[in-house]
């Protein structure tokens, strides 16, 4: 029979990840990917010290596809990332749960400067819930709520490590269930979508700090014209570390501001050891 008390720290002491990382160019279009699996695993029988059963996985994915052909550039980048947590005898949770696709046309002129349109995309891939109530409440599930960005303006890419943009947008809010992201409080209808139109800011670096050392740093802002005081936060850093050929550290903290959802900032912190290994 197996025994458990409460030592929650013992759920990360064993963990085992699979990443890859490759890029390979086909004609005009250029790829690369991270993939990986986590997962970490503790049992315990007739253990006197105390201790909680646990297993926890997490899959994700970055990806970047890009096409060149003068004067166009068509950026794609794709974040997945979903994961669960059995601690105990609790339920299982969801521990990550995210999907992140942007695309970005832009046309080379030549100038210091160029004119884009992009289109992002942003939801969660399965139920969320908020577990710090009893019983616990959903807040989020795939397209509930969804957010459909365009935007239109220009960038400056001019430096490897560095590109950003500034332009007009239009941002989609789509919800089914969860209609606390999009329902107007002053009218008496409860409303499923909301459009809305801002500024949104978009800068991105990537800086290979030393031969094994990667990082990557994107800042995303979004001001509604109605509301140019508050601004939209999601600021998306990670730290990747080569220990060799075959292993690797990634540290990534993401962190979001959003009124709509919650008027504290919200952080979510990773760290990973990585094996790593070809894919294609």
Known sequence: MIKTSSLFALLFLSTLLFAQEDSTATGPWTA?????????????????????????WT???DF???????PWVFSNELKVAYGRTKLGDQEVRINDNEFYNE??????LGWAVSPFVSNT????????????????????????????????????????????????????????????????PETVEIEDFKFETGIESVSETKLNIDSNVLLKSKLRLFGRFE??????????????????????????????????????????????????????
């Open 59 to 61: 899959i994700y994915g």
């Open 64 to 70: 970047d596809f890009v096409y060149t052909k003068n």
């Open 227 to 280: 509301e140019i005081d508050v601004w939209d936060v999601r600021w998306d850093n990670s730290l990747v570390a080569s220990i060799n050929d075959y292993m690797n550290v990634n540290l990534g903290v993401l962190v979001i501001y959003e009124k709509a959802q919650s008027i504290k900032t919200q952080v979510k912190q990773t760290l990973q050891l990585g094996i790593t290994y070809k894919l294609f």
């Open 32 to 56: 690369s990917g991270v993939t990986g699996l986590n997962v970490s695993q503790i049992a315990f029988s007739n253990w006197s010290q105390g201790g909680e059963n646990s297993l926890t």
């Open 121 to 184: 995309i942003v939801t969660v891939i399965d139920k969320g819930y908020d577990y710090e109530q009893t019983p616990k409440v959903e807040i989020a599930r795939f397209f509930d709520p969804g957010y459909i960005t365009q935007s239109f303006g220009f960038t400056y890419h001019k430096k490897e490590i560095f590109k950003t943009r500034l332009g007009i947008a239009f941002q989609e809010t789509f919800t089914s269930q969860n209609t606390k992201y999009t329902d107007d």
């Open 103 to 108: 695309s970005v046309l832009t046309y080379e």
